[in-house]
């Protein structure tokens, strides 16, 4: 079934919307002060597995069935708005990239909501999937923050790179949203990727206590 990018917002996917946010606002996480580093190392892979595993299928959802493979011709073509983030070398470093790349969703994704409500409504679970992102982000942004202040308590935020074209998720124009679409989640992709990646990297010296 064809679907229409520029239909409205209907009352299915505003009740949809609603449903999730109840459904995450009423869970209740356990404290990351109440966990070891290597409990929260765990919940912060796990959600990180998670997170990419959400993004690579909208990228797929939205290439084969809505975007015609339009996505997968013009990837070489996306320059993401973390691109520069810098190589990670020590553990601190590499925490300290993954604040960064998640710092650097934060709006995004928040942008990214509506955005599906009004151009891709509920079409093959991609609302839930995209509150789920929202969600999975801050998560992790939350507990690296968390690891990494018993690293060097005290430490101050860098800055972090902002996505400039978020406007363009939700024109009118089909063509300008669909590219918007395609260059969002192909970035989400990779970033998530990364994230994942780099936690893994971290592995050896959380098991073996070296922090």
């Known amino acids: 079934m064809q679907l229409s990018l520029t239909q409205a917002c209907t009352w299915k996917g505003l009740l949809l919307l609603v449903s999730c946010m109840i459904l995450w606002i009423s869970v209740t996480?356990?404290?990351?002060?109440?966990?070891?580093?290597?409990?929260?190392?765990?919940?912060l892979l796990s959600c990180s597995h998670r997170t990419h595993v959400v993004a690579r299928k909208m990228y797929k959802i939205l290439d084969l069935n809505v975007a015609e493979r339009r996505c997968f011709k013009n990837k070489r073509n996306n320059t993401c708005h973390t691109t520069s983030t810098h190589t990670a070398k020590t553990n601190e470093d590499l925490l300290k990239v993954i604040i960064s790349v998640s710092n650097a969703w934060i709006h995004p994704l928040k942008m990214l909501i509506p955005a599906v409500l009004t151009h891709l409504g509920?079409?093959?679970?991609?609302m839930a999937r995209a509150?789920?992102?929202?969600?999975?982000?801050?998560?992790?942004?939350?507990?690296?923050?968390?690891?990494?202040s018993r690293i060097q308590p005290g430490i101050e935020e860098n800055d972090y790179p902002v996505?400039?074209?978020l406007k363009e998720l939700r024109s009118s124009n089909k063509s300008i949203h669909?590219?918007?679409?395609?260059?969002?989640?192909?970035?989400?992709?990779?970033?998530t990727k990364k994230i994942k990646g780099y936690l893994q990297i971290l592995r050896p010296n959380i098991i073996k206590n070296k922090w």
């Open 122 to 126: 509920s079409y093959d679970g991609m």
């Open 178 to 191: 669909l590219f918007a679409f395609c260059k969002f989640f192909y970035c989400l992709r990779k970033d």
């Open 29 to 43: 996480p356990t404290p990351y002060d109440q966990m070891s580093n290597e409990e929260l190392y765990d919940n």
């Open 131 to 148: 509150i789920e992102l929202n969600y999975g982000n801050k998560k992790i942004l939350e507990g690296a923050k968390f690891l990494l």
């Open 163 to 165: 996505w400039s074209n």
